[in-house]
């Protein structure tokens, strides 16, 4: 039993993913390197509940594939590798680019948890349903009546 209430998780450190938050150069080589911020659970005994907890790992990053705000693979590195005893994993490849988010099952662009078409679709359907209504209620009853008439009249003639 741990003198804390907080286990360590059991996962190792092997590979991570995260997100970058800083890009350096190191060394009288200016060897590029990315600090990745990356997410673990800790399991609290006392509670019986895992906690996030973030860690920042500093990875090589050799061909420059992040940059800020991209959701990277990390895989950690032996000891004669490193450049510097901090650096303990390099970059595998770019999970996620930042910005530029594609659901990975159909293909299409998200905003902010809706999908791009969706969004150009309920424009669409706004325009329609609210706004042509609320011109058609500032005109008189007359000219409202003429309108539709029109309307009918062109349905007709795009049928025939």
């Known amino acids: 039993m741990p003198k804390t209430s907080v286990w360590k998780t059991r996962v190792g450190t092997?590979?991570?993913?995260?997100?970058i938050t800083d890009i350096t150069q190191i060394g009288i080589d200016r060897i590029p390197c990315a600090q990745v911020r990356c997410q673990m659970n800790e399991f609290n005994i006392y509670l019986k509940k895992y906690f996030a907890r973030s860690f920042d790992f500093w990875a090589l990053d050799k061909t420059s594939l992040g940059n800020i705000g991209d959701t990277v693979l990390i895989k950690q590195i032996d000891g004669?590798?490193?450049?510097?005893?901090n650096v303990s994993h390099?970059?595998?490849?770019?999970?996620?680019?930042?910005?530029?988010?594609?659901?990975p099952v159909t293909g299409r662009k998200i905003f902010n948890d809706t999908f791009a078409d969706e969004i150009d679709l309920k424009k669409v359907l706004v325009e329609e349903v609210v706004d042509k209504p609320l011109e058609e209620e500032s005109m008189l009853f007359e000219e409202r009546r003429a309108l539709q008439i029109r309307r009918l009249e062109q349905e007709k003639e795009a049928n025939v």
């Open 14 to 19: 092997q590979i991570l993913m995260g997100k």
């Open 80 to 85: 004669s590798s490193r450049p510097k005893a």
């Open 90 to 103: 390099a970059v595998d490849r770019v999970v996620f680019k930042f910005g530029n988010i594609v659901d």
